[in-house]
């Protein structure tokens, strides 16, 4: 092939200049598009990150910023930011002939990345041989420094207890003392934007969700999460932890990976008003999707009616009830047994086929 043959037409200069950055296909090849001061750049289109779509992101000066994550790469060198220079997506030569921008589809640079070594979080799933391991969410939003009594706090202090009776390991995590940042909808760009672990814990060493993925899909053989009921529904803490747990269920989606393998959950729900059922529902559904198993009667909850505004009251007959914290007990119990069943049997998949749900996969 003569060399003059490898310079592809990729389209007009008037037309390619209109958009400082864009996505383009030439022979089965995906590339990154960009001008700036008239000077056109052509790099792989796909971020060395997680497969990203760099031609669908932003310039910032002469780096084009990945949509998915943010990683950033020289438009004409294909060069990491400054720091990153390790990491390279191919770029290729261009040049403008007659109007029209021509690119070499034969002299891409190479692509290298920096060595990163991988996460805690991404080790293989297997249990560590020893006896049971329980973890109690609480998520109960307070003022840490000046704590308050929390009926739902209180209850699952009771279920650890016991637990630890049974001669379970017990682990408690209460999310108002971790700093950890809510979902940023990577999800929304792509199901495989959304990564295990999770995108932000990779690149964010003070994000202390961590905690929370360690004891779901590593520590933990049995969770239960208390919530307190807000206008109906569970705790903001509680949705803030559950929108970051999305990357445990996407694990499926993306890869058939099953994170949470015989692993049960229950939960305590406590409300002054009602809607206990609601709650209950929403965590049932979203725990089932994660992988959890329940046992027969997997929630405990307590409620005095909408006509019951005396919070005083509540706390009192919360505090005091030997009815409340036996539930409590015995819902330990209840996830403790079930757990050592699925255990013993181990008959939960590493990888499922679900059906209809599948993550476009961009080629690296």
Excluded at 125 to 144: E, K, Q, Y
Excluded at 153 to 173: V, W
Excluded at 271 to 281: E, H, K, L, S, T
Excluded at 307 to 313: G, K, L, V
Aim: charged fraction near 25%.
């Amino acid at each position: 092939m003569a060399a003059d043959e490898n310079w592809v037409n990729v389209g007009s200069a008037e037309e390619l200049s209109k958009i400082p950055l864009r996505r383009i296909t030439v022979k089965n090849r995906d590339l990154a598009v960009s001008i700036e001061n008239g000077t056109f750049g052509v790099v792989s289109n796909a971020c060395n990150h997680a497969g990203g779509p760099l031609g669908e992101g932003r310039l910032d000066g002469d780096y084009i910023v990945c949509p998915w994550h943010n990683w950033k790469f020289h438009r004409c060198t294909g060069t990491g930011e400054p720091g990153f220079e390790e990491d390279r997506v191919p770029a290729y030569p261009v040049k403008v002939e007659n109007g029209r921008v021509l690119v070499n589809l034969a002299a891409a640079t190479r692509r290298t990345k920096k060595p990163h070594d991988p996460h805690p979080l991404s080790r293989t799933v297997a249990r560590v041989p020893g006896p049971l391991r329980i973890a109690g969410i609480a998520t109960s939003a307070m003022d840490a420094d000046n704590p308050r009594f929390s009926g739902s706090d209180h209850l699952l202090g009771h279920a650890l207890a016991e637990a630890a009776k049974l001669g379970a390991e017990t682990r408690l995590i209460r999310l108002n003392e971790l700093k950890f940042r809510a979902c940023e909808g990577y999800y929304s760009k792509s199901a495989r934007a959304c990564t295990w672990p999770c995108s932000i814990t990779q690149m964010d060493s003070n994000d202390q969700m961590d905690r929370v993925y360690e004891a779901f899909v590593h520590w933990a053989d049995a969770v239960i999460v208390a919530s307190p009921i807000r206008w109906g529904a569970a705790s903001s803490l509680y949705f803030k932890m559950a929108e970051r747990l999305n990357c445990v269920q996407n694990a499926v989606t993306i890869r058939n990976q099953v994170l949470i393998r015989n692993k049960v959950a229950g939960f305590i729900i406590v409300g002054g008003q009602d809607n206990i059922q609601a709650v209950a529902g929403q965590m049932l559904g979203f725990f089932a999707e994660l992988g959890f198993i329940f046992p027969q009667f997997p929630y405990i909850a307590h409620s005095r009616g909408w006509s019951r505004e005396d919070m005083e009251r509540n706390v009192e007959v919360v505090r005091n009830s030997a009815e409340l914290a036996e539930g409590a007990a015995m819902l330990a119990k209840r996830c403790l047994d079930l757990a050592a069943h699925l255990i013993t049997r181990d008959e939960a998949p590493k990888s499922i086929e679900r059906g209809g749900r599948k993550a476009h996969a961009l080629p690296v």
